[in-house]
């Protein structure tokens, strides 16, 4: 069992910036891969970024592919992710993800093995 708390979302202007941390519960976190997605008002939630066990590979959405950064500190049981270059369109609750493997993001933590944290929200104001 991996228990995922999500932190750090809030208000920020366009063009702003801000760090999103995932604690996981558990001694196996370095075991799985981690990601982020995201849920806009109306729309699906979407693949944002994902990260490999060792942070060796990391796999991001074009949309956000060069302004976010995702990273891991496996001794403290953490994933991040900075946002740069923050957008109006980025407006979203965010989601951290965990799943054992990674083949591509739309099957990305789709199986009922994946966990979910409560998310957490990201508005960028125009």
């Known amino acids: 069992q991996v228990q995922l708390v999500e932190s750090g979302g809030g208000l920020v202007q366009a063009g702003g910036s801000l760090r999103l941390s995932c604690a996981a519960s558990g001694r196996t976190f370095s075991t799985y891969v981690m990601g982020w997605f995201r849920q806009a008002p109306g729309k699906e939630r979407e693949f944002v970024a994902a990260?490999?066990?060792?942070?060796?590979?990391?796999y991001y959405a074009d949309s956000v592919k060069g302004r976010f950064t995702i990273s891991r500190d496996n001794a403290k049981n953490t994933v991040y992710l900075q946002m740069n270059s923050l957008k109006p369109e980025d407006t979203a609750v965010y989601y951290c993800?965990?799943?054992?493997?990674?083949?591509?993001?739309?099957?990305?933590?789709?199986?009922?093995?994946?966990?979910w944290g409560q998310g957490t929200q990201v508005t960028v104001s125009s």
């Open positions: 990260i490999s066990w060792s942070g060796g590979s990391q």
């Open positions: 993800a965990a799943d054992r493997y990674y083949s591509g993001s739309s099957s990305y933590a789709a199986s009922r093995n994946a966990y």
